[in-house]
């Protein structure tokens, strides 16, 4: 895993989110919730989640993601501690 930064994170999180949700990063909230505020369908939460995955180099247990409510916050503080917890390469 390559080490990322907060800001990275926050960044990256809320591009991929604006991308697939078609809204503007200044109107995502961190408490915006995937499928009720930005209308993700199961599939966009599929393809937003492979797209993290593969830019910031994590992997999200399901557990996370089959959260009915899952807010912005929720996918960032899930990456924060992928990100701590990862082991050094």
Do not use: C, Y
Not at 33 to 55: H, I, K, N
Not at 62 to 81: G, N, R, Y
């Amino acid at each position: 895993m390559i080490t990322l930064s907060p800001e990275k994170i926050h960044e990256t999180i809320w591009s991929l989110a604006a991308k697939h949700s078609g809204k503007e990063v200044k109107d995502i909230r961190p408490e915006s919730r995937l499928v009720q505020d930005l209308g993700a369908d199961s599939l966009t939460v599929v393809e937003f989640s492979m797209e993290l995955e593969e830019e910031l180099d994590v992997a999200f247990p399901e557990t996370i993601l089959d959260k009915q409510d899952l807010t912005m916050a929720d996918v960032e503080k899930a990456v924060l501690e992928l990100a701590q917890n990862a082991p050094a390469v």
